[in-house]
Structure formats: C-alpha cells, structure tokens
C-alpha cells in the first residue's frame, strides 16, 4: 500500500514566498487612476503565480507530491471593481508556466473554494455566485493546461434547518453547474454537518468522487463506523485516473476539536492506515491540513519513515506494511 503526503498553500519552511499577497478594496479604492489599481493587481496575482510555483519546487524537493492552491492567488477576483479587467490574458505566461512544472513534476494539486461556494443555497444570487466562483477556479486549471485530475474540493452546504430538502436542492442545482466544472468537482464530509455517509450517498447518486476527512469524521461521525464506509468511498474514485485522496488533521485541543492543530499527532493517522491495510490495501494520498503547513508535513514524513511497517520511496512517500 503506497502513501503520499502534501500540504495546503504556504510554506513555513521559504521566505518572502506567499502565493496569496492581496490587496483591500479600501486600499484599491485610494489609487485614483483606476487603470493603474488595476496592473498592480494583476502584478500581484502574477508575484502570487511565481510563489506558487517556488513553493512547489520546494514541495517536489522533498517529496511532497500533493499540493493545494491558495483562492487568493488572484486579488479581488471576481469583484465588481475587477469585472472587466481580463486576468486571463494578462496572467497566461505566469498560469502556464506553473502548469508545466505540474506536468513535468507529475504534482497531484487541487483548490478548495472558499465557504461561500454554496451550491445548495436557496438563494439564487449565492448559487449564481457560487457557480461562477467555480468558473474561475476552472478557468485557472484549464489557463496551467491542466486536465480533470486537477480538482476543485467543496463541501455539500448548508443545512438550512432541513438537511433533507437542502441535499434535494444540491441535487437540483448540480443539474445547473456545466459539465467542465462537474468534471473536476469532490465533495468532502465537514465536521458540523453532512456526515460521511451522507456526503457519500451524494457522491454515488451524482457521480462525484468523495474525499473522506477522517478529523471531520471524527467530529461528525453520524451513526456509521469508517470500517463499513470506506471502501464504497475509495470506489467513487474508480476511472478518474487518481488513488483515493483523504485529508488528515489533528485537533488544536480536548477542548477545541474542530481546530487544527499545529502539527500532526501520527496516532490520529496510523488507525485509519491499518483500517485500509486490512480492508482495501488502496494506495492513497494524503493531504496534511496544518497551521505549520510544510513544516508539518515534513515533521509527519519522518515520523512515518521511523516506523518498522514502513518503507520509504522518498522523503514524502512510502510503502505501508507491504
């Protein structure tokens, strides 16, 4: 059973190299000449490109396979002071020049919009927003010349006071999201919420692959035992072309669970390895959800390779009790 860790946007590990610098609309609103605000967003966005792209060498260096894209590589995308303004044109050297090394690195990446994606809202103007938040993030993929192994991580929603008629309404409203964006879609159970057999049921009724958070599961169990959900969620991945992806994170506390912790605590991990090793021997990828992000992953990769079940491929990958 092969393993591979990654980590989420920012490393602690390089200096000057965040790939979400931004600006206010406060301060976008003081440059007099609009044009002006305008190219020094973009040159922005474009910093933000190169910092991604540092931070992924930097990844690939040490093994690390997976990496997640920041939503803010792009400031004030989607706002009404940019509407007119194409990013696009003016940020393709910087999107194709990321995408290449993902090629040549063959890095797995995915972005995770922010929590106003809502596609089950009631509130036409939120899944109008929602859909075209989506679009963006597409649009971003398809710019590194990305295909549909890139995904767009989300979760179901809200509930709404009525959990049932709000995973109704996802299931109307995936129905209105276009077929290049659904193509690159995952939904992930959440810690408050959709538990994982309801996420699942979704994702087998839709088609959708489900990324398990197992710190969620472990916060929002619902009634059901990993043991009997995992390998029909491992099964919605089957013909995407990638293994199972799972997210990993432990608690800030006892007392505050649903944070995470700075670092990951390998007895969170290790249960849910040896529940896969005994049920599906499924290869999986990992990512590491973090404060101390790279540093964190690292820091979880040394304490794996010093386990006698385990065999390392490279800093950031191993074999598990094979």
């Not at 995308?77 to 007119?84: F, Q, Y």
Request: proline share 4%; hydrophobic share 40%.
């Amino acid at each position: 059973m092969k393993i591979r860790l990654g980590f989420v946007a920012m490393s602690i590990h390089l200096k000057n190299a965040s790939p979400s610098q931004t600006m206010t609309v406060t301060n976008f609103e003081k440059i007099i000449d609009r044009e002006a605000a305008l190219r020094k967003l973009t040159n922005t966005a474009a910093k933000n490109l190169q910092n991604s792209l540092r931070v992924m060498r930097h990844a690939h260096a040490h093994g690390l396979h997976l990496y997640r894209f920041t939503s803010k590589l792009v400031p004030l995308l989607g706002h009404a002071h940019t509407a007119e303004w194409d990013f696009w044109t003016k940020l393709k050297p910087e999107f194709e020049e990321v995408g290449d090394f993902i090629k040549k690195a063959q890095m797995r990446v995915s972005f995770h919009p922010d929590h106003f994606t809502l596609l089950n809202s009631a509130k036409k103007e939120v899944l109008d927003n929602s859909i075209a938040d989506l679009d963006r993030h597409t649009t971003m993929f398809e710019l590194m010349g990305l295909d549909e192994t890139a995904k767009l991580n989300i979760h179901v929603g809200g509930s709404y006071k009525d959990k049932a008629e709000s995973l109704n309404r996802f299931r109307d409203h995936w129905q209105l999201v276009p077929e290049r964006i659904r193509r690159r879609i995952t939904l992930e159970n959440d810690d408050k919420t959709y538990t994982a057999l309801e996420t699942l049921t979704l994702c087998e009724e839709l088609g959708i692959p489900m990324v398990l958070d197992i710190h969620h599961h472990r916060c929002n169990p619902g009634e059901e035992d990993l043991r009997d959900l995992t390998s029909r969620i491992f099964k919605t991945w089957d013909g995407t072309g990638l293994v199972p992806k799972i997210h990993i994170s432990s608690p800030k506390s006892p007392e505050a669970m649903l944070h995470h912790a700075d670092y990951i605590e390998p007895g969170d991990l290790l249960p849910f390895l040896d529940l896969v090793r005994e049920t599906t021997n499924t290869d999986l990828d990992i990512m590491v959800e973090a404060k101390q992000k790279d540093d964190a992953a690292m820091r979880l990769a040394k304490d794996l390779a010093a386990l006698d079940d385990v065999t390392s491929i490279d800093e950031g990958s191993f074999t598990y009790k094979d």
